[in-house]
């Protein structure tokens, strides 16, 4: 209790020092209470037959049979699979790229060309992912630019998105492709604030360029990358199910179906609010402990965690 009081009375005194900065914070944590701590009040639909006409609180009881029916249907592991391939490609291959392209830009001793080269890679990330998606369906199409090369080389044209697996290969290179630029950003920054010291003091040893990043550069961003890799894998149950539904077809089902367009079709489509909620907890759960997880592991590893 007293420390509760004098936690109380700290908080008090530095309101009362610091208002300005909290009256800014306030849009973020009317945000957050809107947007993701308010509709937790719903998860309770997971364990209901829910009906609109009856609300959430009048909706009969059914506890854990909407658990039950999905991880009795053929759905779940396909959707839980291919979730789970789609981060396992995305964290081998385009969680390290980043990195490595970051590393590469800082060797860059021409400005002109290495601002000429930045820009370009940070543009696919401002592009919309309805317009990136139309050009990877028209790009792909039986009668698009990668079938027009392949009939260069003697191949026959050929609709990539109607091939099921391609899909993953399709996915992941888009990811990356739209993402390296931005993602570098972070680990530039953090390697621009090394000291230089280490540097000069790294060459006066007789180190070269790649010596100097294996053993200054790298450690210097191994913090940062200890958070970032905690917080991919706390999301490796996760893929946006925007991107997904915009390339996928039911004829790619089998390898192009994630657990949140699957929650999509359900919940908005079949209109079957209970399951698609119960989908949907299951998923958050599991990212949830994945994160608790990872965070524990990168402690002991790296002694970089999140808390």
């Known amino acids: ?148 090369i392949a009939q260069i080389f003697g191949f026959p044209p050929v609709n990539i998105l109607a091939d099921k697996n391609n899909f993953r290969t399709v996915y992941v290179t888009s990811e990356i492709w739209q993402f390296i630029g931005w993602n570098s950003i972070l680990y530039m920054s953090v390697l621009t604030g090394i000291n230089p010291e280490l540097f000069e003091a790294a060459t006066i040893d007789g180190a070269g360029r790649f010596k100097q990043i294996w053993h200054v550069s790298l450690p210097g961003i191994l913090p940062t990358v200890a958070i970032l890799l905690v917080l991919r894998i706390g999301s490796m149950m996760s893929v946006g199910f925007e991107k997904v539904i915009l390339l996928y077809n039911p004829a790619i089902y089998e390898t192009a179906d994630v657990i949140s367009s699957f929650v999509y079709r359900k919940g908005i489509i079949d209109i079957d609010f209970g399951y698609a ?23 002991v590893l790296t002694e970089t965690s999140l808390w």
């Open 277 to 299: 909620t119960a989908v949907g907890l299951f998923n958050s759960v599991v990212n949830f402990f994945l994160v608790i997880l990872a965070n524990k592991a990168s402690a």
């Open 1 to 148: 209790m007293n420390r509760l009081a004098l936690f109380g009375g700290m908080l008090k005194r530095d309101m009362r020092r610091y208002w300005k900065l909290y009256i800014l914070v306030l849009p973020l944590v009317a945000f957050y209470l809107t947007w993701a701590y308010g509709p937790m009040y719903g998860i309770q639909v997971a364990f209901k037959e829910f009906s609109p006409k009856k609300g959430i609180t009048g909706s009969d009881w059914i506890g854990m049979k909407n658990f039950i029916n999905f991880f009795s249907s053929t759905y779940a592991f396909r959707v839980i699979r291919n979730t789970l391939l789609l981060n396992v490609y995305n964290l081998i291959f385009g969680f390290p790229l980043p990195i490595i392209f970051a590393l590469m830009l800082t060797e860059i001793r021409r400005r002109l060309f290495k601002r000429t080269v930045q820009t370009i890679t940070y543009m696919p990330y401002f592009i919309s992912v309805v317009i990136i998606c139309g050009l990877i369906r028209d790009f792909g199409a039986s009668d698009g630019v990668f079938s027009y």
